[in-house]
C-alpha cells in the first residue's frame, strides 16, 4: 500500500525569519492538518551549528507531534547519535513512544557534512 508522508526540518531562513514560537507552532498546525488530509507519516530531521535554526533536537519535537495528533507515524531521519548520550535517547524515544501509543519510528545515523562546522576543543 503507497503511503504518504511529509518531512520538516523547522528551518528559519534570515530572509523570511519569524518568532521561533510562531514558527514551531505554523510547523505544528501543518503537521496537525497533514494528518486530517490523511497523511501517514511524518520525518524529523536533525542539523546543528546553522544559522537558519535547522531543528536541533529531534524527540522535544516528536513529542510536541505526539501530544497534538492521533494516528500519524512520526519518525527521526536521522537523529544524530553521536551529539547524543545513548541510554538519554533510549529512554527519551521510549516517553515519545508512549504518547504516541506506539507511532513512533526512531531513525539514528552519524551524521554528515560537506564542510566540518564543529572542532573538538584541545587542550
Known sequence: MLKFGLMQDFR??????RPSPE????ILEQIVRAE???????????????EDGYNP????????????TTRLRIGTFVLLLPFQHPVRVAEDATCVDIWSNGRFD??????????????????
Not at 23 to 26: A, G, S, V
Not at 108 to 122: E, L
Open 106 to 123: 526512531l531513525g539514528i545515523g552519524q551524521g554528515y557534512s560537506h564542510k566540518s562546522h564543529w572542532r573538538p576543543t584541545t587542550g
Open 36 to 50: 486530517e488530509l490523511g497523511y501517514d507519516n511524518v520525518w524529523l530531521t536533525e542539523h546543528h551549528f546553522t
Open 23 to 26: 514558527l514551531y507552532h505554523q
Open 57 to 68: 533536537s529531534l524527540l522535544p519535537t516528536a513529542a510536541a507531534i505526539a501530544a497534538t
Open 12 to 17: 528559519n531562513p534570515r530572509q523570511w525569519r
